[in-house]
T-cell receptor, first 114, second 109 residues
Framework: GAVVSQHPSRVICKSGTSVKIECRSL??????MFWYRQFPKKSLMLMAT?????????EQGVEKDKFLINHASLTLSTLTVTSAHPEDSSFYIC??????????FGPGTRLTVT | EDQVTQSPEALRLQEGESSSLNCSYT??????LFWYRQDPGKGPEFLFT???AGEEKEKERLKATLTKKESFLHITAPKPEDSATYLC??????????FGTGTSLTVIP
């Protein structure tokens, strides 16, 4: 149980284009999903908290117009990196919560912006 | 302020050499303490949730314990495939999560 998927697992895009990453909870409903960014050999950096049917809450320093988050249903949240630049290249991980105090993570998405 | 500190930052063990990873925490009201395993290029994989002091959970060569101030992840007779980064996290009564920076474990054959 508690399986979270992400798609795509890897994506390469050109600078200036937008990329959408999907996060799905496969066997439970998730009122809340989280989006993290992880740099090489570093810990998870929380970007935003996404609640179904409402606007995402972004952490300080995260540009909400650049990282668009949509939590349209209890099993799907999307992160769109708009007008991507090489410095946006990173490993993006989502997590979903079957209850308010548990988190299960997706496998991550490696974004490379050329 | 709620926070989580993991030690050591890195640990190298010979295959079969048992050891423990530490997770010290300060939290206003503990809802749960979580251990995850993360392999390079992958998302964290859930291992255990502990809810109250004195609780213990086991899975294969791993055993997690919890006190009011810290948690230990004991690894018994580790194998090279146990090499990974182990993350600790807590959630509080406000449903906020705090992560440690992880312990990178390398098990040498």
């Amino acid at each position: 149980g508690a399986v979270v998927s992400q798609h795509p697992s890897r994506v390469i895009c050109k600078s200036g284009t937008s990329v959408k990453i999907e996060c799905r909870s496969l066997d439970f409903q998730a009122t809340t999903m989280f989006w993290y960014r992880q740099f090489p050999k570093k810990s998870l950096m929380l970007m935003a908290t996404s609640n179904e049917g409402s606007k995402a809450t972004y952490e300080q320093g995260v540009e909400k117009d650049k990282f668009l988050i949509n939590h349209a249903s209890l099993t799907l949240s999307t992160l769109t990196v708009t007008s991507a630049h090489p410095e946006d290249s990173s490993f993006y991980i989502c997590s979903a919560t079957p209850s308010p105090y548990e988190q299960y993570f997706g496998p991550g998405t490696r974004l490379t912006v050329t | 302020e709620d926070q989580v500190t993991q030690s050591p930052e890195a640990l190298r063990l010979q295959e079969g050499e048992s050891s423990s990873l530490n997770c010290s925490y300060t939290v206003s009201g503990l809802r749960g303490l979580f251990w995850y395993r993360q392999d390079p290029g992958k998302g964290p994989e859930f291992l255990f949730t502990l809810y109250s002091a004195g609780e213990e959970k086991e899975k294969e060569r791993l055993k997690a314990t919890l006190t009011k101030k810290e948690s230990f992840l004991h690894i018994t007779a580790p194998k090279p495939e146990d090499s990974a980064t182990y993350l600790c996290a807590v959630s509080n009564t406000g449903n906020q999560f705090y992560f440690g920076t992880g312990t990178s474990l390398t098990v040498i054959p």
